[in-house]
């Protein structure tokens, strides 16, 4: 312990923010403390308490360390956790899995979703199996995010998670009354996507972001209210419950025998994680406010994957072959975006802050958890709907390939 103690002497923390610069953002170095097996109690965890970059450099700004925070593992404390939640979109499935991990940890949890319950969309995963939620001790409810204050009026939560908004139209109904409120800690699911093209991949936080883009503007917004905040920026997800093709996309293909398209070389790197990665990185989050506050954290695996391999692993986990098709998408004339799941180009992050501050290892494991996916996916009888593809047919044509009949 000597030597921490005497290193600390050389490091200091700043949390400003300006306009140059992400929100008190701790990008992770690629240096680590080491202390030798028998020096410290196994009881003891060692997570640095902040750690800041340049935000168009990814090396260390001699100025911008804090020391390292030791503290002594035992009984976690029951805090009360507020949840608003998403009706669409991929991310509605981190405060589902959020919620049940949170509540497996004995804490006290309440579901705020947008819309109403009688809708159409909670009739689809995941929020048809919110009885999961229930079932283990929590509660849901419904409503305009906006009018959190009157939904739930006189109630006090130690952390809150806005996990619905893109912008600050939409947050900071939320967070002025957290703030107002007394609750400690606001948490926020921002998204990777913010990053702007680098020629440096993976992303690692404190790379340049769009000053522009509304998460963006929610970071910096919550920075300036809040004296313990943390901001999540996820990227791909797979899991049970998920409502957004991702996996999805290609079994539809693969198990039809058809072709599947692939923008590019097929090479461009991405990153596609298990939602129980982003829970736990959350739970630890809302378990070690100490230490997340303050930090930008890549809510992401710590495994690339290239998009030909992603095809390659789906097929696979379906027992099928696959046979991949390269184009351009501005030769053949349509848009990558709608017709594929991901990005044509490399966008690949690291979660080099969670590992670092937090403790936090991923266990996501693309081959293995696949084969879960694809279960499911034949369980609800998707291999068997009948599916028009327009838009493959429309590319095929174009580059002279005979289209399955």
Same mark, same amino acid.
Request: avoid cysteine; glycine fraction near 6%.
């Given at each position: 312990?000597?030597?921490?103690?005497?290193?600390?002497?050389? +490091?200091?923390?700043?949390?400003?923010?300006?306009s140059s610069s992400t929100p008190?953002?701790?990008?992770?170095?690629?240096?680590?403390?080491?202390?030798?097996?028998?020096?410290l109690s196994s009881s003891l965890s060692i997570s640095p308490s902040f750690l800041a970059f340049s935000l168009n450099s990814r090396r260390v700004s001699p100025n911008s360390y804090s020391s390292p925070?030791?503290?002594?593992?035992?009984?976690?404390?029951?805090?009360?956790?507020?949840?608003?939640?998403?009706?669409?979109?991929?991310?509605?499935?981190?405060?589902?899995?959020?919620?049940?991990?949170?509540?497996?940890?004995?804490h006290d949890v309440t579901v705020l979703t947008v819309g109403e319950e009688s809708s159409d969309k909670m009739k689809k995963t995941p929020f048809s199996r919110f009885s999961e939620i229930t079932g283990a001790g929590g509660r849901t409810v419904w409503g305009n995010p906006a009018d959190v204050g009157k939904i739930l009026e006189g109630e006090v939560f130690d952390a809150? +998670?806005?996990n619905n908004g893109k912008d600050l139209d939409s947050v900071s109904p939320?967070?002025?009354?957290?703030?107002?409120?007394?609750v400690k800690q606001f948490l926020f699911i921002s998204s990777a996507g913010i990053y702007k093209p680098t020629d440096e991949p993976p992303h690692?936080?404190?790379?340049?972001?769009?000053?522009?883009?509304?998460?963006?503007?929610?970071?910096?917004?919550?920075?300036?209210?809040?004296?313990?905040?943390?901001?999540?920026?996820?990227?791909?997800?797979?899991g049970s419950g998920n409502n957004k093709d991702c996996e999805e996309w290609f079994f539809d293909r693969i198990v039809r025998g058809r072709p599947v398209l692939i923008p590019g070389s097929g090479m461009q790197l991405t990153n596609i994680s298990h939602v129980r990665d982003l829970s736990s990185m959350l739970t630890l989050a809302v378990q070690n406010p100490a230490a997340a506050s303050g930090h930008i954290f890549n809510c992401v695996s710590d495994r690339a994957v290239t998009l030909d391999g992603m095809a390659r692993l789906c097929a696979k986990v379906a027992g099928s072959s696959v046979e991949?098709?390269?184009?351009?998408?501005?030769?053949?004339?349509?848009?990558?975006?709608?017709a594929f799941p991901f990005r044509n180009m490399h966008f690949y992050a690291e979660p080099r802050a969670a590992n670092e501050i937090l403790g936090?290892?991923?266990?996501?494991?693309?081959?293995?958890?696949?084969?879960?996916?694809?279960?499911?996916?034949?369980?609800?009888?998707?291999?068997?709907?009948?599916?028009?593809?327009?838009?493959?047919?429309?590319? +095929?044509?174009?580059?002279?390939?005979?289209?399955?009949?």
């Open positions: 312990m000597a030597a921490l103690a005497s290193s600390s002497s050389l +490091l200091h923390s700043s949390s400003s923010f300006n008190s953002i701790s990008p992770v170095s690629r240096i680590s403390l080491k202390f030798p097996s028998s020096s925070v030791v503290q002594a593992s035992g009984a976690v404390e029951k805090k009360k956790v507020l949840i608003v939640n998403t009706n669409s979109g991929g991310h509605a499935v981190i405060g589902f899995y959020f919620a049940k991990e949170l509540l497996g940890s004995g809150v +998670l806005d939320v967070a002025d009354w957290a703030k107002s409120s007394g690692v936080e404190g790379d340049a972001v769009k000053a522009d883009a509304g998460h963006v503007l929610v970071e910096k917004y919550i920075s300036e209210i809040f004296g313990n905040w943390a901001s999540f920026r996820p990227q791909y997800m797979i991949i098709v390269h184009y351009d998408p501005k030769a053949v004339g349509v848009d990558a975006k709608k936090w290892s991923a266990t996501t494991n693309l081959p293995e958890d696949l084969k879960e996916r694809y279960e499911e996916y034949v369980k609800i009888g998707r291999d068997k709907k009948e599916m028009k593809f327009e838009l493959d047919d429309k590319i +095929l044509e174009s580059l002279k390939v005979p289209v399955a009949a």
